[in-house]
């Protein structure tokens, strides 16, 4: 039995990155050990969360079910690379805009399936969203507003006008509430 | 997970070569979504892991080639989304690209394969925990003595009282698909029904694969007219394994059925073919009362374990629904 070490050039966020890992390390655990991207989460492990998903040529895959050592000439994209120079990702800026994250935990994951979403669709219907996300789980259970942010950030990214509507923010259907 | 060597051939002789040199201690990487849950959770533990991803040129595994007289070759690395996406086989057997599109969750199918789907292991909890297939203890099931809700209701005389897992085998079965093996003996092409066989000591294995044999392609023919329907009972719409399904095909002459195919998933250790009911479809015209008939002989023989009687009831709807789907009957209901 082995415990030898691949060395490997792994294709992250653009950029080459020379990496020395133990053969049997999942991609999560290269990702976050080896190169310090720990924006993906570890959750279930058994590929049944969606937490650890990153996007291989463009497609969501489950990193905690891929071993690195597959990844040769794989260009992979990490949550740490989804925004542009300085300024957030549009469906990074509509999750923290329509607080859709609570725990934040599944949050990386959803981003990096929704960017693979609207690169193949940039007019997602709720359904097509909500089919899009079936393997991410949210245990905070905000699915509405996660939806929600997903079709905003569409909108945006297609460079249409808009607010979205005060119960978006407040969940309430009376935007002139009182606040505390 | 424990460490490996990890191996990764050019060729498909290759591979069989390496996986045949440490037989029962070797593995193939597929797409590794079921593969690695195993290793983690330790229910399998090989020295090796075969990859098949690293396939050079006409040794790879991923296509899927379709001509009108002889139908579909997959390659078995072909991915479930693959199948899903394809507008060919959408055409050809809207229900295998359906069921495909349906199953697991959308990054699970993006790797997942053909293969890999197939040659799945048993969701059964005892397995998955350590306890073996047939998990029995001093010659006595763990399985009937214990949590059997989610078990065989059908083939269960023992000593295998997991059910067969593959949501898509039931309905490639149904219409005569074929698997091509490839071993150190060279290639075999069995009918997929074949591939599967009941374990009857521990260590053996519930597929028919030779050591160092691998699935590389399987084979699907025309529709050529078969009506085919197919209908799987979960409790989840997504991420969620079924728990009953049946598909079946009907070659049909002159309005009557001239021959019938009804296969059951999920309800015994392997693919389930109810002779019972395809023996009373043939001949028959479909209607709603030649359905429920069917599919209460399909369910006919089941020997419910202590907590499985509800799964009798789900096999039985998923064919009597499978038929009138196939026969368009259900849109007219």
Known sequence: MSDDLTTLRLRVNGETRAVVFPTHHTLLEVLREELALTGTKHGCELGECGACAVLVDGRPVLSCLALAAEMEGREIETVEGLQIGNELHPLQATFADLNAAQCGYCTPGILMTAKALLAENPRPSGDEIREALAGNLCRCTGYHKIVEAVDWAAARMRGEEGTPPAEVFYGSPVPDAPRV | MRPFDYARPATREQAVQLLAATPGRAAVLAGGSDLLALMKDGVVTPERLVSLQGLQGDHTLRFLRYTAAAGFRIGALTTLADLAASEVLRLEHPVVAETAGRLAGPQIRNVATVGGNLCQRP????????????AAREGASLVVAGDNRHHAILGNDGPAYFVTPSTLAPVL??????????GPQGERTIPLEKLYRLPLAEGEREHDLGPGEILTELQLGPAAGRQVGTWEV???????????????????????????RVVLGQVAPLPWTSREAESFLTGKTIDEAAADEAAKLAVQGAKPLSKNRYKVQLARVAVRRALLAATGLDREL
């Open chain 2, 234 to 260: 979960r409790q989840r719409e997504t991420l969620d394994w079924s728990l009953a399904t049946a598909a079946v095909a009907l070659e049909m002459e002159d309005g009557r059925v001239k021959r019938a």
């Open chain 2, 173 to 182: 079965i149904a219409l005569d698909a074929e698997v091509v093996l490839l």
């Open chain 2, 123 to 134: 969701r059964c909890w005892y397995f998955r925990s350590g306890f073996g297939l047939l």
